[in-house]
């Protein structure tokens, strides 16, 4: 690889995948343990220690319990679980025993992160979630507390809430809307870690024309422009992509998945790629996408 591991502490592995089948341009499908393990070796190999999961995302847990376990590194590693968007948020002893099955699941005795698994649940931000909360903390279970969003509405609300540590967001070459919104300007202000998610819109981004769902048709102008962008820089959309996220928000985390070992090295080889700047103009003639593009929840597939 080029470069060398000094910035992959901005780099998180998204394990979704390793607990479901996940992501418009996955073709292998959900990877067993052995393939799952090898994913967690060699990011890890590669200098990322965080790893981001779900008590939501199928056995994901287990799964990363299972691979800490057998390359022995629990005790060096961070985690960033979401609790599970079915869980009663109002009934602290619920939320205490998902807690305690996350931790017992993956093996280690701290998150580095604990989120909300949307938005939705910042309503429930008071009374008997908070004092789970501020109980965890202190009893160094978790570190900090978060929120998943997907509206730069919800982020700007969570940066007002005592408590949030982390706002993880989807945000890629093609959607600028929390960039717009100041989001992470305000976080940045506040000490919130923004984590950056959907680096390559759940692999859309990625997709070539003839692979594109008729539904989401509408992004093949996109997807032209960003191949003209490629061809004058003499670089993939992939690495585009990346070098607009390592480009524009130096201090974010960023949180990407892969089904396969060799997607990780593929990432992370083009995230090490020497900085190639791309004027920022080059990213505004991007704008212009609808929701129904860039929030996958709205895909009709």
Known sequence: ???????????????????????????TGRPNQKNATQIIETAWSSGIKTFDTAQGYGNSEEVLGR???????????????????????????ELVRSLENSLTLMGVS???????????????WEGSLVEFAESAIKKRLVKKFGVSVYSPEAALQATEIPGIGIIQLPTNILDRRFVDAGVFELAKKKGIEVHIRSAFLQGLILLQV????????????????????????SITRQQLALTYLKQEFPEAKLVFGAETAKQVTGNIDCWQKKNIVIPPEAW??????????????????
């Not at 780099?11 to 089948?21: E, K, R």
């Not at 704008?287 to 709205?298: A, F, K, M, T, V």
């Open 110 to 124: 701290q998150l580095y992160g604990l989120l909300l698994h949307s938005e939705e649940l910042l309503a429930l």
């Open 210 to 233: 003839d692979e594109i769902p008729a539904s989401l048709k509408k992004v093949t102008g996109a997807l032209s422009h960003l191949d003209e962008l490629c061809k004058g820089y």
């Open 284 to 301: 505004k003639q991007l704008e212009g996408l609808d929701q129904e593009i860039l929030n996958p929840s709205l895909w009709k597939l």
């Open 67 to 93: 691979a800490f376990h057998d390359l022995s590194i629990s005790g060096d590693l961070k985690v960033i679980s979401k609790l599970h968007p079915k869980l009663n948020h109002q009934n602290r002893d």
């Open 1 to 27: 690889m080029e470069g060398s591991k000094h910035n992959l502490d901005q780099l998180i592995l998204g394990t979704a995948q390793l607990g479901m089948p996940y992501g418009i341009a996955n073709k």
